[in-house]
């Protein structure tokens, strides 16, 4: 029977909430087995091992997607499928490895078949299960477990809010591996490095900056006002560089500095030497360090206009924060 309008958008947020519950649930269940298997896959990855994720069904594709984020922070893992373990696979299995098991039920069949073969290979198991008196999670070394009070699947069988936990729950331990293992953004780079995403993260303020015309710089003592306007409108640029006889940056004359030169600079301001209005010693950065850092000093400081210096303090270019959007790195 086809559905109005009005239905259509009240079963899906029906679904939702549905889902959502089974979130909420889930973290209220959280404890100290969660902290357990955190340190299990920490010592897993110190002694040089790495982490199994098996499942079946919708499962399998859950557990597809934690093998993808857990290698994107540095915890080396891989799927097994469970029939093909049954028939060679399991020759990627190493005393040593953690194996996590994916079954809302506890009771699947291949999982349970899987528990004593990997106990004779010397892995340690997880059960991520949504039944705590299963038999997986009876069997296994460790427990994820996570709550779906029902399915959003108005039948009650499609798998819907207990893959949503099971997957929130899986991204939760590697978030939290993230932040414990003090991953940084480079870090998270070397693993990212194609696409849109490995572009931004591995771009470096050498890549981005102004050069050349785009980044005036004027000599302190022998710049007037006037002149410092006419290089930052012909750059198109907020501001200009200002720099002792031996190329050092000693400030910076920002549009925020013309107007207040305006007001506090006498009638014949425009004439006078840039030197009695330019910001001294402002935030600069090192045309080496990832553009991101960029970002957080804008962000940070309030500020528009960023001045790149390389190894000798003498400006090698300059940022607009403008110019991060453009660039995707906000």
């Known amino acids: 029977m086809p559905l109005d309008d009005k239905t259509i958008l009240a079963k ?6 549905i889902e959502r519950e089974a979130l909420e649930a889930t973290a209220v269940v959280l404890n100290k087995d969660f902290v ?13 091992h790495k982490v199994i994720l098996s499942g079946v069904g919708k499962n399998a594709h859950i557990a597809q997607k934690l093998t993808g984020t857990l290698n994107s922070i540095g915890v080396p893992s891989c799927f097994l499928d469970p029939t093909q373990a049954l028939h060679g696979d399991l020759g990627l299995c190493a005393s040593g490895d953690l194996a996590i098991l994916l079954s809302n039920s506890g009771a699947t069949g291949e999982m349970l078949r899987l528990l004593p073969l990997f106990e004779k290979f010397g892995l340690k198991t997880v059960a991520l299960t949504g039944a ?3 038999e997986l999670a009876r069997g296994a070394d460790y427990q994820l477990i996570y709550s779906a009070p029902r399915e959003a699947c108005p039948l009650e069988l499609a798998p819907t809010a207990s893959t949503t936990a099971a997957l929130a729950l899986g991204d939760a331990l590697a978030m939290v591996l993230l932040e414990s293992s003090g991953l940084t953004r480079e870090d998270f780079a070397k693993y990212h490095p194609a696409g849109t995403l490995g572009m ?8 981005i900056m102004r050069t050349g015309e785009a980044c005036p710089v004027l000599s302190e003592d022998k710049t007037t006002v006037q002149e410092a306007i006419f290089a930052m409108t012909k750059a198109k640029a907020g501001a200009v560089a200002l720099v002792d006889p031996s190329g050092v940056m000693t ?24 030197a009695q ?34 190894t000798e303090g003498k400006p090698a270019g300059y940022i607009d924060v403008q110019d991060l959007p453009k660039l995707k790195i906000l």
């Open 277 to 310: 209005f330019m910001t001294r010693n402002p935030r600069s950065i090192s045309t080496e360090v990832l553009a991101v850092e960029a970002l957080k000093i804008f962000q940070q400081f309030k500020i528009s206009d960023l001045v790149a210096l390389d």
């Open 251 to 274: 400030g910076i004359f920002t549009d925020g500095d013309f107007r207040r030169s305006a007001l506090n600079g006498g009638a014949d301001f425009l004439k006078k030497s840039v």
């Open 132 to 134: 705590p008196s299963s």
């Open 12 to 17: 899906a947020r029906n679904c939702l909430a």
């Open 36 to 48: 357990a298997v955190v340190r299990a896959v920490e010592t897993t990855v110190k002694t040089g």
């Open 200 to 207: 931004t993260l591995l771009l470096r303020v050498k890549d």
